[in-house]
């Protein structure tokens, strides 16, 4: 025996109009928070962050911790321009000594490869100069987003489980900061992480050239880079001081309004 229920025209033409309204609004919502501008934080918020990067930069146990978030960006920078230039991406490890792998498909030699292995060392503080002008045009939610969504595509490619771990981690601090953090906080933390990502893109540069200084770091980028190109490894360690240097003192200016 079945059942027949009264029929309401009006009742179900009503539900899904409303439904589809409600859809709409909210993707509208999304992406106005996506793209829509935010206020500027106070001049002190700007030094006390930069404050707190120094903290996480220059003593040497917390740089030890602190540098896996600029591996990540270096190794997501090796891979992402081997995706761009065409490469086959393997895979990426990152290691708990902070040290990263990238492996890539294609020619062992070329601008693709060049390209590739010149990503690494300039990843971060080009990462930071980028960051520093979405924020200096007041875009502090698309910054986080893009990070996260970065991180995301990275995750996909990680292949050991103390980098998937560490992507995750760094990953899911933007994503909470960005969706349930007040403004001020999502501000602070902004400007926090690409202040670091310019000042942390500095130092490993410094160390990559003290360790070739005593015989050390045989196959670095700049070492890769002076095979593949025949220019000496210490023109491309130059290039990479110049990139890391000019995106700090620019991104910089940008952070702190000077420019």
């Known amino acids: 025996m079945t059942a027949t229920l009264p029929w309401h025209p009006t009742t179900t033409a009503r539900s899904p109009r409303t439904i589809v309204d409600t859809d709409i609004t ?5 992406w106005d928070r ?10 002190w918020l700007v030094l006390a962050t930069l404050a707190a990067a120094l903290v996480f930069v220059l003593p040497r146990g917390l740089w030890r911790l602190s540098r896996n978030a600029i591996t990540i960006a270096h190794e997501g920078g090796h891979g ?8 086959r991406l393997d895979g990426i490890r990152l290691h708990s000594d902070t040290s990263g792998l990238t492996v890539s498909r294609g020619r062992p030699d070329g601008i693709g490869m060049i390209l590739t292995a010149a990503a690494g060392y300039t990843a971060p503080s080009l990462l930071g100069l980028g960051g520093a002008w979405l924020l200096s045009a007041h875009r502090i939610t698309l910054l986080l987003w893009a990070a996260t969504a970065l991180l995301l595509a990275m995750l996909a490619m990680i292949r050991n489980a103390y980098g998937a771990v560490t ?3 760094t990953g899911g601090t ?8 007040e403004a001020e906080v999502q501000a602070g933390f902004a400007y926090a992480a690409v202040w670091f990502l310019l000042l942390g893109g500095v ?3 410094f160390e990559l050239q003290g360790k070739r ?7 670095s980028d700049a070492d890769q880079l002076a095979r593949l ?6 023109l491309w360690l130059f290039l990479f001081h110049t990139v890391s240097l000019c995106s700090l003192i620019g991104g910089g200016r940008w952070l702190l309004g000077l420019s």
């Open 26 to 30: 909210s993707a509208a919502d999304l």
């Open 34 to 43: 996506l793209t829509g501008l935010q206020e500027a934080p106070a001049q």
């Open 80 to 87: 992402l321009i081997a995706v761009l230039t065409g490469r």
């Open 167 to 169: 992507v995750v981690l």
């Open 174 to 181: 933007f994503l909470l900061v960005s969706w349930l953090a």
């Open 203 to 205: 130092r490993p540069v």
């Open 213 to 219: 200084r005593h015989g050390g770091a045989p196959d």
């Open 229 to 234: 190109t025949n220019v000496p490894p210490a």
